[in-house]
């Protein structure tokens, strides 16, 4: 997903304006592809909005000691979102392996099985397959596909249920707050100021002593 660009940022400008805008992008491209990730079949959508979380806890992380104090909250709460999304999104790249090699097993099984039929045979004994050469690693692949699919069901729920806590929590709301309120500005060190030079002495109390008689 490419990020959005950001217009008006200035350089040469003070740095908390431009790290607000910033944030504020971020935050706006957070929740414009909310709507479309909350299907529990959406895992395009989900993964989109995992990137945009991941680009707003990032900017945030480095950043939010410049703003009120729910900046600190919102880098935890994004994450949090963040990390479920990344979980769902490990299940969607596993699933599609876990049967790509049970496909693998199947077609190798039909092999197997049908190699135990004579020659001349019209038909397959159904006995045959009571004793199928890959019957151990069927189980266990299919048993792992299960739990990749009821893993991914059970943080599909998770996720919902972390969106409407961040709504109900008023999370936009109270982060651009925080983003106006922003932290006081350090006061800069005074320059050091230069050591006063001191009189060279006056000789002539000490060359008088000495030639007093």
């Known amino acids: 997903m490419k990020a959005r ?16 805008r910033i944030v504020s992008v971020r935050l706006e491209e957070l929740r414009d592809r909310a709507d479309a990730a909350l299907s529990a079949d959406a895992s ?26 729910y900046a600190a909250t919102a880098v935890r709460r994004t994450k949090e979102l963040q990390e479920l999304l990344g979980d ?10 876990v049967r790509r090699i049970i496909a693998a097993e199947q077609a190798a099984e039909v092999e197997a099985v049908r190699s135990r039929a004579s020659g001349e045979a019209r038909d397959l004994d159904p006995a045959l397959a009571r004793d199928a050469p890959r019957a151990d690693a069927w189980r266990g692949l ?3 596909a299960a739990w990749v699919e009821a893993r991914r069901a059970l943080l599909h ?10 709504g109900r929590a ?9 983003l106006a309120e922003r932290a006081p500005e350090p006061e800069p060190e005074p320059a050091p100021q230069p050591e006063p030079e001191l009189p060279d002495p006056d000789p002539e109390p000490a060359l008088a002593a000495r030639t007093e008689p």
């Open 157 to 166: 729920d998770a996720f919902l249920r972390h969106w409407t806590e961040l």
């Open 142 to 144: 299919h048993a792992f």
């Open 88 to 97: 769902m999104h490990d299940c969607d790249e596993m699933l599609p392996r």
């Open 44 to 69: 395009e959508a989900q993964h989109d909005l995992r990137i945009a979380a991941k680009r707003l806890r990032y900017v945030l992380e480095t950043t939010q000691d410049l703003f009120g104090p």
């Open 5 to 20: 660009a950001i217009e008006g940022l200035d350089p040469g400008g003070p740095l908390v304006p431009d790290v607000a």
């Open 170 to 178: 008023g999370f936009r709301a109270r982060l651009e707050y925080a």
